[in-house]
């Protein structure tokens, strides 16, 4: 029944910016922590960044200086601020909740294309 719905991908030339969101449907739960992973064609799934209900954030090196991670704790909602987009960023990106002892969910995944 609770989902993971994303949006905010999209086409973008390089250089460009894009802000993917990932809310939480229907009831509402305790999230411990939130993340985005990547994957582009013909590769493995790759996290990206990730964030506490504390604010901890961590980041891919790839994305370091560039995307950002946020949450609204009270909405449960996160987002990833992608700045600076690069061809090689191009892949579908899922999020992730994770929430507790009930495991983690995972969202549909949103495409983001860069053009060169």
């Known amino acids: 029944q609770v989902q993971l719905v994303e949006s905010g991908g999209g086409l973008v030339q390089a250089g460009g910016s894009l802000r993917l969101s990932c809310a939480v449907s229907?009831?509402?739960?305790?999230?411990?922590?939130m993340a985005w992973y990547r994957q582009a064609l013909g590769k493995q799934r790759e996290l990206v960044a990730s964030?506490?209900?504390?604010?901890?954030?961590n980041y891919a090196d790839s994305v370091k200086g560039r995307f950002t991670i946020s949450r609204d704790n009270a909405k449960n909602t996160a987002y990833l601020q992608m700045n600076n987009l690069k061809a090689e960023d191009t892949a579908v990106y899922y999020c992730?909740?994770?929430?507790?002892?009930?495991?983690?969910?995972w969202g549909q995944g949103t495409q983001v294309t860069v053009s060169s």
């Open positions: 992730r909740a994770f929430l507790g002892m009930r495991g983690d969910i």
């Open positions: 229907g009831r509402e739960f305790s999230i411990t922590a």
């Open positions: 964030t506490t209900s504390g604010g901890n954030t």
